[in-house]
């Protein structure tokens, strides 16, 4: 297998092996790496990029069918399926409600409130008319740190958060933080290029700072709950704690 290059990536072995967060005989979860895409798609020209669907087919030996989407810069739960039936019988869960996907994301200032929601609509595929799309967030920390990342301000400012996207809008995390002017840390396309460029000079880190961190769902065969979280990368945790969090304190 490949050694991994592209960009907006962490360093891995030459043989790469997808971590698996759970795994019965109809379905596994993955824990993705950045700079991981789900599969190959025509816009995709870079001749580097890596492609979850066809590392776990090698690595597992037989065809997997993913059933949801997260964006290449991101990391965390991958869920899916290991034949075409058990497929289609949880797809219908990730077209409502009853899937319940939880990220982790750390953000330019202090968030206004502990719980809330950002109600934006969202252009879909980010061209064409709006869609209702909704964002539900818990502020988990806060930090100030004594290092001016702007000019007009001597200290700077940050949260930690977790989000619960309601709808599954492109970019819908990323972009309703921007909307409301708390970027994602490390963001290179909707994020704040001033605030990614601190970021690299004080810590070394040029990462995205959004993770999928928790899923829930009703097993559709074996009819149980189903909980499965996946660790923040290396990057992550280490940005938190130059912010002062130890993340491992908010995992509950």
Same mark, same amino acid.
């Given at each position: ?11 891995f072995?030459d043989?790469i092996q997808l971590?698996?967060?759970f795994e ?7 824990n993705?790496?950045?700079?991981v895409m789900?599969?190959k798609?025509p816009l995709e020209r ?8 066809q590392i776990?087919?090698?690595?597992l030996g037989?065809k997997v069918f993913?059933l949801?989407r997260?964006d290449?810069?991101t ?5 899916f ?5 058990a ?5 219908p869960q990730f077209? #409502?409600t009853?899937?319940k996907?939880?990220y982790?994301?750390?953000?330019? #200032?202090?968030?206004?409130d502990?719980?809330g929601?950002?109600d934006?609509p969202l ?8 869609q209702?799309a909704l964002?539900e ?13 702007s000019?007009r301000?001597?200290?700077s400012?940050?949260?930690l958060?977790?989000?619960y996207?309601h709808? #599954?809008?492109?970019?819908?995390i990323?972009r ?6 708390h970027?994602i840390?490390g963001?290179k ?5 001033k605030q990614n ?5 004080q810590f070394?880190m040029?990462?995205?700072l959004?993770h999928?961190?928790?899923m829930?769902?009703n097993?559709?065969i074996?009819?149980v709950?189903i ?8 990057h992550f945790k280490?940005?938190?704690?130059h912010l002062?969090w130890?993340i ?5």
């Amino acid at each position: 297998m490949k050694e991994m290059r592209p960009s907006d990536q962490e360093p891995f072995p030459d043989m790469i092996q997808l971590p698996v967060l759970f795994e019965d005989e109809n379905y596994l979860a993955i824990n993705k790496p950045v700079g991981v895409m789900v599969h190959k798609t025509p816009l995709e020209r870079d001749p580097e990029a890596l492609f979850a669907v066809q590392i776990l087919s090698e690595q597992l030996g037989i065809k997997v069918f993913p059933l949801h989407r997260i964006d290449r810069p991101t990391s965390g739960i991958l869920l899916f399926a290991k034949n075409a039936k058990a497929a289609s019988l949880l797809q219908p869960q990730f077209a #409502g409600t009853s899937i319940k996907k939880y990220y982790l994301s750390i953000v330019r #200032g202090h968030m206004p409130d502990e719980h809330g929601f950002i109600d934006q609509p969202l252009a879909k595929d980010l061209v064409y008319e709006k869609q209702p799309a909704l964002s539900e967030y818990w502020t988990l920390a806060k930090s100030e740190i004594p290092y001016a990342s702007s000019s007009r301000y001597t200290t700077s400012r940050y949260s930690l958060v977790k989000v619960y996207p309601h709808t #599954g809008r492109m970019h819908q995390i990323r972009r309703h933080f921007a909307h409301i002017r708390h970027y994602i840390v490390g963001d290179k396309t909707h994020g704040d290029n001033k605030q990614n460029k601190f970021f690299n000079r004080q810590f070394s880190m040029n990462l995205m700072l959004l993770h999928a961190w928790n899923m829930e769902f009703n097993h559709p065969i074996r009819h149980v709950p189903i909980n499965i979280k996946a660790k923040p990368p290396d990057h992550f945790k280490e940005t938190a704690l130059h912010l002062g969090w130890p993340i491992e304190s908010f995992d509950h």
